[in-house]
């Protein structure tokens, strides 16, 4: 490795993250694969995400024993202990993902871990304080969803995403209520996009706070779906049947 600009010796591993540590990964874990294989497992690997899948916990058991010697003794590589468990594959996390029986067939879903990452993120990039304008923002969210639906459209989630819209899009109405805090804006708005001039008045007026009113009649009629697409806005379940492979 390079230190100080001065190349150094290691005894041992590559720097996590390096564009070399995937591929050394795959060439080692490539002569795992052929051993699985020859032993008849069925099994799934990325990069060094394993599963191994078994029809009981003592098959599992037993299989575990006989691959780690295997692994550590002739592959030289060292199993984190911590991370290596025997369980049921409906309470399993891999990849982002988990899985579930219906109708006698394994299905895909979401990992709840996964969606509270998610939304995590849809939160920070319709939250008014990043200082973004409308323009940037709907910008920013078409490159998270297409990159997520992108990833996790093998999975069952088209109920999922159109609630996931819904509470977005009372987000980015929010956003636009916030940024019409004049009356004067909010009556003017508000009669650009179609509403009574007397109803448009009122709701001007209100008092009720943000989150409340984004929910309103008024603004799911005058901020509705098509008016946001329009304004550069893409959503999870609209792109989601672009690309649905389910």
């Known amino acids: 490795v390079v230190v100080r600009h001065k190349f150094e010796e290691t005894e041992v591993g590559v720097p996590q993250g390096g564009p070399l ?69 409906g309470n399993v996390k891999f990849l982002g993902f988990t899985f579930y029986k219906r109708d006698g067939k394994t299905r895909v879903r979401i990992h709840p871990k996964s969606i509270a990452k998610m939304k995590l993120k849809v939160k920070k990039l319709t939250a008014r304080s990043n200082g973004w304008g409308n323009e940037r923002r709907a910008t920013e969210l078409r490159q998270f969803i297409i990159g997520w639906v992108n990833y996790f459209k093998i999975a069952d989630i088209k109920s999922f995403l159109i609630k996931v819209d819904e509470w977005m899009r009372r987000r980015i109405r929010m956003i636009y209520w916030k940024q019409w805090k004049r009356v004067k804006t909010r009556f003017t ?40 697409a329009n304004r550069g806005y893409l959503f999870f379940s609209d792109y989601y049947r672009k690309v649905c492979v389910n």
């Not at 080692?28 to 051993?35: A, F, G, S, T």
């Not at 708005?189 to 709701?203: H, P, Q, V």
């Open 21 to 89: 540590s995937p591929l050394l990964s795959n060439i080692m874990l490539n002569e795992l694969d052929k051993e699985l294989e020859r032993r008849g497992h069925r099994f799934v690997r990325y990069a060094d995400d394993l599963m191994i899948f078994c029809k009981s916990r003592k098959s599992a058991n037993r299989t575990l024993n006989n691959i780690l010697p295997y692994i550590e003794g002739k592959l030289f590589l060292k199993v984190n202990r911590a991370k290596t468990v025997i369980d049921y594959f």
């Open 189 to 228: 708005e508000l009669k650009r996009l179609g509403i009574d001039e007397n109803k448009a008045w009122e709701y001007a007026n209100t008092r009720k706070g943000y989150w409340r009113i984004s929910n309103s009649h008024i603004l799911n009629t005058s901020l509705n779906n098509q008016t946001l």
